[in-house]
């Protein structure tokens, strides 16, 4: 039970690459089918593992930075398979990437002095950094603006033509600009908080 949480989280990296060799590997609707499917139950493992953790007090630092772990791997996966498939503009996972590896990096130096990302012993000090980087609802607005924008996405491109595909393709291309901008949004405050670990 104490490793519940760790194994959705791990599993939510283990899906990630099946959607992907679903849609890049086959030109079938089922196929696609089944991405949208595992997409979101890997969307839905987002909030279960903290959940879990939460329910049955087995939340960990390691728990923590793997969390942070899955969620990377998981969107930075999804925006580079989107990328190469000509679904995304490539300065999308470059914009994702690069501000993923900073904030890692900084989170990093904070974890070795004792904080973490996210609740009790959060890095985040002021309230505003903290509503935006650590509040379950910017968290949560963050998680399902990727969870719409991965599924319509992968919805909108399917080979089999189906009545308002373009009109979901066009909310996953919306969801997916949203996404990016909350995502710098989001990693702007680590940095601005990081300066007095330098000091």
């Known amino acids: 039970m104490k490793n519940l949480a760790n194994i959705i989280t791990l599993t939510r990296i283990f899906f990630v690459f099946i959607v992907t060799a679903l849609i890049c590997c086959t030109d079938c609707c089922y196929s696609y089918i089944a991405a949208l499917v595992l997409t979101a139950i890997l969307m839905w493992f987002d909030g279960l593992d903290g959940y879990v953790a939460r329910k049955f007090n087995i939340s960990t630092k390691l728990g923590a930075l793997l969390d942070i772990m ?3 791997i998981v969107e930075n996966v999804f925006w580079i398979t989107f990328c190469s498939l000509g679904w995304v503009n490539v300065a999308i996972p470059l914009i994702v990437v690069s501000r993923g590896i900073i904030t890692d990096s900084l989170r990093t130096l904070a974890f070795e002095k004792g904080y973490t990302a996210f609740g009790k012993t959060t890095m985040m000090q002021g309230k505003i950094a903290k509503f935006i980087v650590a509040s379950n609802f910017c968290r949560f607005t963050y998680a399902v603006c990727k969870a719409v924008a991965f599924f319509f ?15 979901i393709l066009s909310v ?3 969801c997916a600009i ?6 710098v949004l ?7 908080e990081s300066k007095r670990f330098f000091e």
Not at 153 to 167: E, F, K, R, S, W
Not at 178 to 183: E, G, K, L, M, P
């Open 172 to 174: 996953g291309e919306i």
């Open 178 to 183: 949203i996404s990016v901008a909350f995502c």
């Open 186 to 192: 989001r990693g702007l405050p680590v940095v601005v």
């Open 153 to 167: 996405l992968i919805a909108g491109h399917m080979p089999c033509t189906y009545a308002n595909q373009d009109i």
């Open 70 to 72: 899955g969620d990377r």
